[in-house]
């Protein structure tokens, strides 16, 4: 059965991680991935569980892809293959659990100089 999820129960662990590590001394990426989470929750992005299958769905960034399939270890956004993102660190909070964002930093694809922006240069 497919039902509705209130997220704002994730709003205040959310809150109280980000304080931790920003104390701590959290890189920008860890930084930017808790208040993406947060963002979640403050867009009032509709989330949806399935029990039988214990999967979140939650509304994708636009409106016209379907809602990302997200669970603890896994999830169908752009960034899933990061070693969290913000969905499931959603999920977790929602879940009562903490994923350790501690050290987290976004992989970034290395800038591919076009051929002719160099040739130009030359
Ligand atoms: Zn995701």
Redesign the pocket.
């Known amino acids: 059965m497919i039902t509705e999820v209130n997220p704002f129960p994730a709003l205040q662990p959310l809150l109280e991680l980000l304080h931790r590590r920003v104390k701590a001394g959290a890189t920008a990426d860890e930084f930017n991935l808790i208040m993406r989470a947060i963002e979640l929750i403050n867009e009032r992005r509709p989330i949806f569980k399935d029990d039988e299958q214990y999967v979140y769905y939650i509304g994708a960034d636009e409106p016209s892809r379907v809602p990302?399939r997200?669970t603890l270890n896994s999830?169908t956004?752009p960034?899933?293959n990061e070693r969290i993102?913000?969905?499931?660190l959603l999920v977790a909070a929602l879940e009562g659990k903490t994923l350790n964002t501690e050290g987290f930093e976004y992989t970034r694809r290395k800038k591919v100089v076009k051929q002719e922006e160099t040739l130009q240069l030359a």
């Open positions: 990302y997200v999830c956004c960034r899933g993102c913000k969905h499931r």
